[in-house]
């Protein structure tokens, strides 16, 4: 029994990550970080409430250069939860203008903890934990999105 139920998460887990393709739209983005140096990072856009509900659960592995952008329509106060999220992430609560409002570093795995920004934003960008320290992103830093699906804050 356990080494049946250990196959079906395996399989589980593999169809999440193979799945994300198939269930989101991609595009890139550009980050000019802080310390002077520009970063292309592929994205998972998150666009429909049906894909913001599902975002990154159960994926297991995320490409270092890889993340998932949360798209809405307009500015509001944003909360993110890690449920069936087995990936630590930094999450970035982005103004329309492509400025971090603040960045929730390194959270925790399958927690039910909201996640929330200080103030109104209008994306939500999920990388891999440790990348905004690594690559020095930061509230100085800005986030250049690509004109395509209608998500964009190139003026």
Request: hydrophobic share 45%.
């Amino acid at each position: 029994m356990a080494l049946a139920a250990s196959t079906l998460f395996s399989f589980i887990a593999v169809n999440a990550d193979d799945d994300l393709a198939s269930a989101f739209d991609s595009s890139t983005i550009i980050i000019a970080a802080s310390e002077d140096a520009c970063y292309r990072f592929d994205i998972y856009l998150a666009t429909s409430r049906e894909q913001q509900l599902r975002g990154l659960m159960h994926v297991r592995h995320l490409p270092e250069f890889t993340g998932m952008l949360f798209a809405y329509s307009s500015p509001d106060m944003r909360s993110m939860w890690m449920k069936n999220t087995y990936l630590s992430l930094d999450i970035l609560f982005l103004r329309e203008d492509g400025t971090i409002s603040n960045i929730a570093a390194n959270t925790e795995p399958l927690s039910l903890k909201p996640i929330g920004s200080t103030e109104p934003v209008t994306y939500v960008l999920e990388l891999n934990a440790g990348v905004s320290a690594k690559l020095h992103i930061d509230t100085d830093s800005l986030i250049h999105l690509r004109a395509r699906e209608g998500i964009s804050n190139d003026k």
